[in-house]
């Protein structure tokens, strides 16, 4: 079974609002990662955060993390309709298994 | 040139047939993974291969095999293909010096009727 399950499956802004998407996940990791797929394209990488840190930036990403809850979000700032694409968290978990392991995906759209 | 190449880029096939998907990766890292990707159920790990003579099953690796032939090569088989293997298939690579950053190949679209 999958190990992140994201929050909400979609969502629709228009451009300039910010968007928010959830993903808990269930075992202990190492680290989480967000990625980023346009619309029938291979996934990119857009941000790590390691289990022992709490908060990580990247130019309009903002990534936070809650090992208590098992749980992690990421907040796109002032979107753009070039933001309009699908976001998945995958856990690495603890131990160096090597795995990644991916949610469901969030689908965002956001409108000129 | 892409650094994860994958081909075919677009296969449609029949019930029954034998189907192989080829992955190159010019990135020089020891890990390579197949992962399927359905509509609403995200990306599933179906083979990983950590080195040559390293080969793993991953959540849903019934149905299909691989073979990592060298460190750039790790192909993905479909012995004999049935309609609910219609996915996108997407090959993936990472160091393992790093943190599991992986890389992703622009998919492989497979198609079985």
């Known amino acids: 079974s999958q190990q992140g399950e994201e929050d909400p499956q979609a969502l629709s802004i228009q451009e300039g609002e910010n968007a928010t998407m959830n993903c808990s996940y269930k075992t202990s990791i190492n680290n989480l990662q967000w990625y980023r797929q346009n619309s029938g394209r291979g996934l990119v990488h857009l941000i790590l955060?390691?289990?022992?840190?709490r908060e990580k930036h990247s130019g309009r990403l903002r990534v936070t993390l809650d090992t208590s809850k098992k749980s992690s979000s990421l907040l796109i700032t002032a979107s753009r309709a070039a933001d309009t694409a699908s976001y998945f968290c995958?856990?690495?978990?603890?131990?160096?298994?090597?795995?990644?392991?991916f949610g469901q995906g969030t689908t965002l759209q956001v409108k000129p | 040139d892409a650094d994860v190449t994958q081909t075919p880029r677009n296969r449609i096939t029949k019930t029954g047939k034998r189907i192989m998907l080829e992955c190159s990766q010019t990135?020089?890292?020891?890990?390579m993974y197949w992962y399927r990707q359905d509509p609403g159920l995200g990306l599933r790990l179906i083979y990983y291969?950590?080195?040559?003579?390293?080969?793993n099953k991953g959540e849903i690796s019934d149905g299909y095999s691989v073979s990592r032939q060298a460190q750039a090569k790790f192909s993905l088989s479909l012995e004999s293909a049935i309609p609910n293997q219609t996915a996108l298939y997407f090959c993936?690579?990472?160091?393992?010096?790093?943190?599991?950053?992986?890389?992703f190949g622009e998919g492989s679209r497979l198609t079985v009727l």
């Open positions: 990135k020089g890292h020891d890990r």
């Open positions: 955060i390691r289990s022992n840190e």
């Open positions: 993936a690579t990472s160091d393992l010096r790093q943190t599991g950053e992986l890389f």
């Open positions: 291969s950590f080195d040559v003579k390293d080969i």
């Open positions: 995958a856990t690495h978990g603890s131990g160096n298994t090597g795995k990644l392991i």
